[in-house]
């Protein structure tokens, strides 16, 4: 319930998206730890720190005209912006599949490296106010949710 109305009010372009996301991903947090998914469980700490961060961000965002009633401006990716995600999110995967592998017994390691490292990017550009988050928080969601059904 709490991610459906932080989309919604992140689609609307309103701030307090990021509060309602806060409690979200405190009670993931819970869920992940329980599934042994510590990478993701990480994530959901970082994720905490993120959503502050981007309520933060959002509220000192620019505007647009008064035609869209005040909502927060929202930007595109360049070309080096995405050759950068994508650089990120492979580079991160690989460091984070390794210390898994190393110093866990967690479930998928790699794949949960994967999912972590890309749903950072993605935050990241959510935050940043780059449209092209929901690209990646689409990916992210084909390859994730299959996986969380087989706990």
Known sequence: ILGALCVGL???????????????????????????LYAETGLQ????ILQVYGWWAWLKAPRESQKSE??????????????????????????LAWLLIVFTDGNSPILD????????????????????????????DIVSNPRYTAW
């Open 10 to 36: 992140l689609i609307s372009r309103n701030h307090w998206s990021w509060p309602i996301g806060l409690g979200q991903v405190i009670l993931t947090g819970f869920v992940f730890w329980e599934a042994k």
């Open 45 to 48: 700490v970082v994720f905490a």
């Open 70 to 95: 005040g909502a927060i401006e929202v930007r595109k990716l360049s070309r080096t912006g995405w050759m950068s995600s994508l650089a990120v999110t492979g580079v991160a995967t690989l460091v």
């Open 113 to 140: 490296a994967m999912v972590t490292s890309a749903s950072l990017v993605a935050q990241y550009l959510l935050a940043a106010r780059f449209l092209e988050n929901w690209v990646y928080w689409i990916a992210v």
